[in-house]
């Protein structure tokens, strides 16, 4: 109810209503367009787990967690909490489907894979690239200064360019590519000089080549099957000397193990996608043609793993 709660309360601006000034409820409705009663009960749930406060007067007033639920926030959690939408709520409760079939849920309620869906629908397509954005722009600066890249680095599946970006202007990199679908890169107006767009698919042949290659939170969108396959893509685009990065969490590994776990459970209802563990992955990257060369965790929650082809 908790998620849910904060998922409406984001959804009718209520931060933003309350940063111009405090509201009672009364005036709160009106502004939301909303059942006053209803609101009423809405809000003082909400008070009690701290996200508004409630003064003497009537008026309610930000918290410190409500001021980063706005959407004009520094690190606002306002696009991860709105992409949480109807139709994941609905895959999450049909959890029990996915664990006796092994399938997604998602699948089974909508007709058709996730990413499929999105393309058709333009405003859940926003907010889950908003949301991936927002959990990305912390993560990337961190990837950016703790990994020592070098020379040309390609970022796999890389969306609008933002991870490549910050390598490019906080690294010696002498040039960053940017490899995703036609239809994302394009979307990529604002990439360093030295960056360039490749359009392509995980799924086909990889026309470029580099020193570092980087593929962040992709595997865990897909099955070991898939998953196998964009990995021999990239391993036939490496030279003998080039390294791959694998940016996942790592269900026996990362620090934040119930949060990796919480997440793995909805990628299963979701993609059909999965967390994994240390052997899991290994697994993995030999099929491809690969080994593990080292784990460096980045937070409590991802790791790189950095790889090498194997020898002949």
């Known amino acids: 109810m908790l998620a849910r709660a904060l998922f409406v309360a984001v959804d009718l601006n209520i931060a933003e209503h309350l940063a111009s000034k405090p509201m009672t409820v ?31 007067n009537g008026n309610y007033y930000l918290t410190a967690f409500s001021q980063i639920m706005r959407g004009d926030a520094p690190n606002s959690i306002k696009p991860f909490l709105l ?31 996730y990413f499929a869906y999105l393309k058709n629908n333009s405003l859940l397509s926003v907010r889950f690239n908003d949301a991936m954005m927002s959990i990305s722009a912390q993560e990337d600066a961190t990837i950016a200064v703790k990994i020592a890249f070098e020379k040309v680095v390609v970022d796999i599946g890389g969306g609008k360019g933002q991870l490549i970006s910050n390598i490019a202007t906080t690294s010696s990199i002498t040039q960053g590519i940017l490899f995703d679908l036609p239809e994302v890169v394009v979307q990529a107006n ?10 392509g698919s995980f799924f086909e042949p990889i026309s470029v080549t580099a020193d ?28 003998d000397d080039s390294k791959l990065y694998i940016i996942e969490g790592i269900l026996d590994y990362s620090v934040d193990k119930q949060l990796l776990s919480a997440i793995d459970l909805a990628l ?15 697994t993995l990257i030999n099929a491809a043609g690969l080994e593990i060369v ?18 002949l």
């Open 294 to 311: 080292a784990i460096q965790p980045l937070n409590d929650l991802i790791c790189a793993i950095e790889c090498k082809k194997i020898a």
């Open 190 to 199: 604002d990439l360093p000089s030295i960056c360039s767009k490749v359009p």
């Open 26 to 56: 009364d005036e709160i409705s009106i502004v939301t367009h909303t059942d006053t009663s209803s609101l009423k009960r809405l809000l003082y749930f909400l008070e009690l787990h701290d996200v508004f406060k409630k003064r003497d």
């Open 268 to 282: 299963l209802t979701i993609f059909q996608g999965r967390e994994r563990t240390k052997e899991e992955f290994e």
């Open 212 to 239: 570092s290659f980087i593929l962040k939170r992709i595997l865990h969108d897909w099955d070991d099957e898939e998953a196998v396959k964009i990995l021999k893509n990239i391993s036939n685009a490496m030279r």
């Open 83 to 113: 992409h949480d939408d109807e139709t994941r709520w609905n895959s999450f409760g049909h959890l029990g489907y996915s664990i006796s079939t092994g399938k997604a849920s998602f699948d089974m309620l909508y007709g058709g894979d």
